[in-house]
């Protein structure tokens, strides 16, 4: 039987792993997620939660994909009576990212090329290039939309052909290095733009977007936790099936625990760089920019942009190509995720090498999801979430922000519901069923040392499963009430 190859080195898994955590996650959720829901305070919640749940499921998936040398499907079908079905959720969530995930990776390639065409015209000194306008015509024009779209799929599934040590290990080892290089070249212009301190206000002293009417309500506990919470297990790639698929490619002598801490802190920081490089710039240059959403990546920071003078279009190119790097380090861990399982039967049963065919199908529905969210076509037709969801009885009725909009709306689903759930269901399958010993056996297997063992248990059974059911609640309560 051929055998199943994974990654080369443990700095080329650590690469592909913090390429799949980091992402657009970091990019606009956390710094406008943490600006909206009190700054610093934030910030504290957020760490508790990376410390008590978001280390805590790393290790559990990590060692449940390295126990049972499986993606998501199969290792839960190996491992648990009761959860065996979990592995296809999953998948489901992976997909459901997938799809939304390339649409907005086509939209940073299409950036990417409208900063290079405007560095010529600019070197002749009149290209300008609006964010709205820019953005509008990108919306008008779907078409345009799609194609971007589905070379963005069509660059994900090439390299996951290429396998894991030969496609997602290479890219990463060399994509990874390049964006934080990138990363710290626009902190430094952001930081140093006139006006750039009333950004780090925003992220760092709690309550002072408040204060200044940057955000008109005062978030309540709740609600803070569930998105911290959500946020994070987004942002960490957990609580789906690509942590466990990455797992499962690491070569036993390598130790999770370290590997583990290292993928949250590196995240983590990310996501605080973003911010860093995202926030000042559009309090310098575009003060009255949208803080949320894509608007912030298409619309502010293009504006940002626009408004830097003679050096604009370079920093634009810089920045829009870091983003895709971001995006598809991790949409390359999304399609690893939902093809891994189907690989490993087709050779398990003797049938050779299909990981080619496998992503080609993989990547064929992925750009379905994506002409769907690029078309937006039944928001086009009229028909939002909120109008299937039976929500729109009366037109005057208040709905949530999410419901207006297909791509929140998959969005939502993914984060606050489907990776929290999953998340949970794990933590009771290790605390409850296995018994946590399992992870501590597969984390010791050649000898390593899981000195955070006695916190991990404590977690894992206790306090992890409850804080899941604390964003679930903060999410379900967002989402139907
Ligand atoms: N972690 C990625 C981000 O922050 C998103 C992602 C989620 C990637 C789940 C893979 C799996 O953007
Ligand atoms: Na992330």
Redesign the pocket.
Known sequence: MEERKGFGSNFGFLMAAIG???????IW?FPNKMGANGGFTFLIIYLILAACCGFIVMMGELALGRKTGRGAIGAYKVLSKRFKWLGWLGVLS?FL?LGFYCALGGYCLKYVTLNVGNLFHAGFGTGTLDGAGVFGALMANQGEAVIYGLIFVALTMIIVMGGVGGGIEKVCSVGMPALFVMLVICIIRSCTLEGASEGLKYMFVPGWALANGVIKEAPDFFSVVSTAGGQMF????LG?A?MITYGSYLDKKENLQKNAIIIVVMDTLVALMAGLCVIPGRFALDPTGKLGGPSLLFVTMQNVFDRMGAAGPIFGILFYLLVVFAAVS?SI??LEAVVAHFVDKARDEGKGDKRKLYSLIGAIGAGILCVIVCLDALGNAGISPADILGMRVDPSDKVPTWSADWLDFFDCIAEGILMPLGALLMSIMYGWELGPEVVHAEATCEGQKFGAYGWFRICIKYITPLAMLLVLYGQIKEFFF
Do not use: H
Request: hydrophobic share 55%.
């Open positions: 799949s955590a980091v992402g657009l996650g970091n959720g992976a990212i987004f942002s960490l790639s789906m690509a991790s861990s999304l």
